[in-house]
Every structure is written in structure tokens, then in C-alpha cells.
């Protein structure tokens, strides 16, 4: 499965219990990039993104999302659903914020693929990275 996610500078992905991933240029970016795939999410993520033909919406969208699609993860540390992960969108805000919640996913058995980076609606740079798992790597 492909995974988005949103951190900050100290990998954090929540802060005051609220998403990092707010900015409307970079929900643009990533509707865009997901192409005709399925971005899975939750209820949470869905209440930004609304009415869309590619989003999916599901409480078991970490468990249901098929490895062709792509996964919205806001609320939920990666590294937990890792053994699902194959390719990771790692959206950096490059700001840091007093967080609820870290990414812990170790990125040692991973390949960088691929950087790029954004001008966000709120943030004015936003760096992309794309990871590939190592095949037979869990960590």
C-alpha cells in the first residue's frame, strides 16, 4: 500500500490533537498525484478533502486500503501499520510544532526515490519524500 503522511521538522504528526495536513495547495497536490487510484482515510481526513470520486472513506481504512491504492495517515504512527507500507509519501512542513503524536518508522531498510518540493497554500515550502521498502524489511 501506498502511504501519505504529514510531519513537521520533529516528525511529528499531530500537534494540540489537531492535523498537520490543513494546507489546501498541498490536498491539490496529492489528489492530483494519486491520479485514478483510491486515497483511503478515515472520517477525520475525509472532513477536509469532502466530495470526491477517488476518496474512500472507512474506520478500517488501514486494514482495507489494497496495495495498489494510497492511504491518507494523520492520526495513527506509521511505523504501527508498517508490515502494509510498500512505497511512503512523507510530506515535510519544515516547521516544528509541540506535538501529541511522532512517525517513528525507521527509515533504514528504505530507498529514497524520489524529492520534490511544494509551495503550500499556508506553508511556503513543502519537501516531499518518496521511500520504497526494502523487499523482506519491516522496519
Known amino acids: 500500500m501506498n502511504v501519505i503522511t504529514i510531519v513537521d521538522d520533529d516528525n511529528g504528526l ?15 497536490y496529492i489528489l492530483h ?5 483510491r486515497l483511503w482515510m478515515n472520517d477525520y481526513g475525509s472532513r477536509l478533502y469532502g466530495e470526491h470520486p477517488n476518496i474512500v472513506v472507512s474506520e478500517s481504512y488501514l486494514t482495507a486500503c489494497p496495495a495498489e491504492d494510497y492511504c491518507l495517515v494523520e492520526e495513527v504512527d506509521p511505523a504501527t501499520i508498517v508490515d502494509r507500507i510498500d512505497r511512503l509519501y512523507l510530506f515535510h512542513w519544515n516547521r516544528l510544532y509541540p506535538s501529541d503524536l511522532q512517525c517513528t518508522l525507521c527509515l533504514e531498510h528504505w530507498t529514497l526515490e524520489h524529492t520534490d518540493e511544494l509551495k503550500g497554500s499556508s506553508h511556503k515550502k513543502i519537501t516531499l519524500e518518496v521511500y520504497k521498502k526494502h523487499r523482506g524489511k519491516q522496519s
Open 14 to 28: 499531530l500537534f494540540h490533537h489537531r492535523r498537520l495536513s490543513q494546507d489546501r495547495l498541498l490536498r491539490d
Open 33 to 37: 498525484m494519486i491520479g485514478d487510484r
